[in-house]
């Protein structure tokens, strides 16, 4: 079993829509909770981090995470085209584990 | 501020030989760790170095090696390459301090391994 399991996608939406990414992980341990955001061929960005359960928002990003369901998501309020990337879940502290990556696709 | 920087951009290697990434750190960053990303994979975590010493590694094999310099910069350094070695390798940066893992990655170098 995986530390970390993410849904790969593809996920295809039109502009505007909300887009919802979900990730599970193994280890109850686990403290810390990032989203990244990974362009084609380019380095993940850092997108959100949170330390404990419930929510976090920026902007149109909200992260939630549920400790006791080792459950964590992220949504994308009010998507825009340049929104289209790949989006991976990490968790962990000074080691982080990734799940695979969802790929997304705002349509126009 | 400096984002994180890491050279080459590409390299081509054959098998059995060795090689050299390089990463300069997010400046008032100390901690640099590199994960290796294989195509359509998440980065998996190959080790971490704090004041110049290693401060964790994944499942990788010894002929992974890494330095880190003065500076905070940092060397991954792979022996022996095989095929399966080819894959992004990405370095992040972050400053270990008060529980704050947030850690910043560059843009990576990409390596085939004919």
């Known amino acids: 079993q995986k530390e970390v399991e993410q849904d790969p996608g593809p996920l295809s939406v039109p502009e505007g829509a909300i887009v919802s990414l979900n990730c599970t992980y193994s280890n109850s341990a686990f403290q810390y909770f990032m989203w990244y955001r990974q362009y084609s061929r380019k380095g993940p960005e850092l997108l959100m981090y949170t330390y404990s359960s419930g929510n976090k928002e920026d902007g149109r990003f909200t992260a939630q995470v549920d400790k006791s369901s080792k459950y964590i998501s992220l949504f994308i309020r009010d998507s825009q085209p340049s929104d289209s990337a790949t989006y991976l879940c990490a968790i962990g502290d000074y080691k982080l584990s990734f799940g695979a990556g969802t790929t997304v696709t705002v349509r126009a | 501020e400096t984002g994180v920087t890491q050279s080459p951009t590409h390299l081509i290697k054959t098998r059995g030989q060795q090689v050299t990434l390089r990463c300069s750190s997010q400046s008032g960053h100390n901690t640099v760790s590199w994960y290796q990303q294989a195509l359509g994979q998440g980065p998996q975590f190959i080790f971490q170095y704090y004041r110049e010493e290693e401060n964790g590694r994944g499942n990788f094999p010894p002929r992974f090696s890494g330095l880190q310099f003065p500076n905070y910069s940092s060397e991954l350094n792979v022996n022996a390459l095989e095929l399966d070695d080819s894959a992004l390798y990405l370095c992040?940066?972050?400053?270990?301090?008060?529980?704050?893992?947030?850690?910043?990655f560059g843009p990576g170098t990409r390596l085939t391994v004919t």
């Open positions: 992040a940066s972050s400053l270990v301090a008060g529980g704050n893992y947030e850690q910043y």
